[in-house]
């Protein structure tokens, strides 16, 4: 039977029934025209298109490794390091979506890529998100380290990759549908312990007599996006978590680390598909439980988290729904904050231990990163105190995905999302760029790593809470206007 011929029926049906109810004729047209109207408000609302793309970013066995006190060159490749797209479009709106296992990349070179990828895929610059899973096993592209230096030479390939991909992704596009859920994956937890006499830490011995508790809350939401053709084959999955990907932090080898793991795993399940994971508010989160150490081996604890990351995945897949035209929104600001800069007796003892590193002595570990975190500050931004934070809001559906640069404190997460409006809203960090840490009032107050000035930890107090207002109003003004 056509849809033609089986409307025609289910009219006359409805008809029927409102006769034998004595409704007014007048209020049964009125029905029908509403009916009417919303049908073909539906038939002319563009399908989704959908692209997607993966690609491998290794870098050379003997370069460098990213991490902030543990200078060390990568001494193998134990999984691979990936960039992976999802295009979505409706012909009004159109924005590209990008994960990458690094740990960050610098804001200048954020722009700087996503022109590149503009020119090359025929999408605006700005409709491209360009985020970081934060891994700790990259290749060195945030100068972080006083003894060790940036990789020009990956990243002036990984760019090349990163235009190869947008291109593809999005002449890989076609006609699909999208689905969404919202679960739970403890896989991070607050890693700022407070002490007795009012310093904080990050991480510490929890069992201490002076541990005075942890400083700020975590945040298991976890979130998926399925993106399918129209015969329902997966194009790609995204996910969304928070924690620090840390599994193999001053090992010397390069992974991607859970990131990976979990991959494989869906890649077994679906294929060879792109899979994307955005790392949410985890400036104080890691995967490590501050209140109940563990013992468990690298290997380990990747293959545990990889496979509740998956666990969680999959469940919320058995029970997706797809949406053929869900509203597409984007909008974003450019958010402009003061940045704090280190006293001049904290700046004049950095430049001493530095002189003394240069001359040949031993001094390593948080001495050497605080001290070169002060210079490093001062020499970039001592001219001019000002730091801007690209702020976007994406709107998929029931889905809210509002990015910045920062590694946001996990509370800041949580105030965006009781702001939101969206039944779904998911914080992500580390996109277009690098802010750095983003402590609340409580962080800085109690000082420390992630808490004082150095280059890492310079926006001003008020950062993060300037975020989650700018967020909060471009979250409310997009999905209201498309409600």
């Avoid at 899973?133 to 945030?142: C, D, I, K, Q, Y």
């Avoid at 053709?229 to 978590?241: Q, R, W």
Wanted: with cysteine; hydrophobic share 40%.
């Amino acid at each position: 039977m056509s849809p033609q011929r089986n409307n025609e029926m289910n009219e006359s049906s409805m008809k029927e029934r409102f006769r034998s109810a004595k409704i007014p004729l007048v209020v049964v047209g009125l029905v029908f025209w509403v009916l009417a109207q919303s049908s073909e408000i539906a038939a002319n609302t563009p399908l989704l298109q959908i692209g997607a793309a993966s690609s491998i970013i290794n870098n050379d066995i003997g370069n460098w490794v990213q991490g902030a006190g543990v200078p060390k060159r990568a001494a193998k490749i134990r999984d691979d390091l990936e960039a992976n797209a999802l295009y979505l479009s409706n012909g009004d709106t159109e924005v590209l979506l990008v994960s990458c296992d690094l740990a960050g990349l610098e804001s200048s070179y954020a722009v700087r890529a996503r022109e590149a990828m503009a020119s090359a895929s025929g999408i605006p610059a700005r409709s491209i998100l360009l985020s970081c899973t934060h891994t700790h096993g990259g290749p060195s592209v945030l100068k972080t380290n006083y003894l060790m230096p940036l990789d020009f030479e990956y990243l002036d390939r990984l760019e090349g990759w990163l235009v190869e991909l947008a291109e593809e992704a999005v002449k890989s596009a076609r006609p699909g549908k999208i689905g969404w859920g919202k679960g739970t994956a403890q896989i991070g937890f607050n890693r700022r312990v407070c002490w007795a006499d009012g310093t904080h830490s990050m991480h510490g011995d929890t069992t201490r007599k002076d541990f005075a508790g942890l400083e700020g809350p975590d945040d298991p939401q976890h979130l998926a996006l399925f993106a399918a053709d129209e015969n329902d084959k997966l194009i790609s999955i995204l996910y969304h978590n928070t924690t620090h990907p840390t599994v193999f932090y001053a090992a010397g080898i390069y992974s991607s680390d859970f990131i990976g793991e979990a991959r494989d795993i869906l890649r077994e399940e679906f294929g060879q598909i792109p899979v994307l994971y955005l790392n949410g508010a985890q400036g104080d989160i890691a995967i490590q439980n501050q209140l109940k150490p563990g013992d468990e081996s690298r290997e380990e604890k990747l293959l545990r988290i990889g496979r509740l990351v998956v666990d969680e995945t999959l469940r919320l897949y058995r029970d997706v729904k797809y949406h053929e035209r869900p509203v597409l929104g984007h909008t974003y600001e450019d958010l402009q904050v003061e940045v704090r800069l280190p006293k001049p007796e904290t700046l004049a003892d950095a430049r001493q231990v530095l002189a003394q590193i240069d001359a040949g002595k031993n001094i390593r570990g948080m001495t050497m990163i605080m001290a070169f975190g002060a210079v490093h500050l001062q020499d970039s931004y001592g001219d001019n105190p000002i730091d801007t934070l690209p702020i976007h809001v994406v709107r998929i559906g029931d889905v809210a995905l509002t990015t910045q640069p920062c590694e946001l404190f996990c509370q800041f997460g949580l105030d965006i999302k009781r702001r939101s409006p969206a039944p779904i809203t998911a914080v992500v960090g580390l996109t277009d760029g690098y802010g750095g840490y983003c402590p609340t009032i409580y962080g800085i107050l109690g000082g420390g790593y992630s808490g004082q000035p150095i280059s890492w930890t310079r926006l001003e107090a008020n950062a993060g809470y300037m975020i989650v207002e700018s967020s909060g109003r471009m979250l409310n003004s997009l999905w209201r206007s498309d409600d």
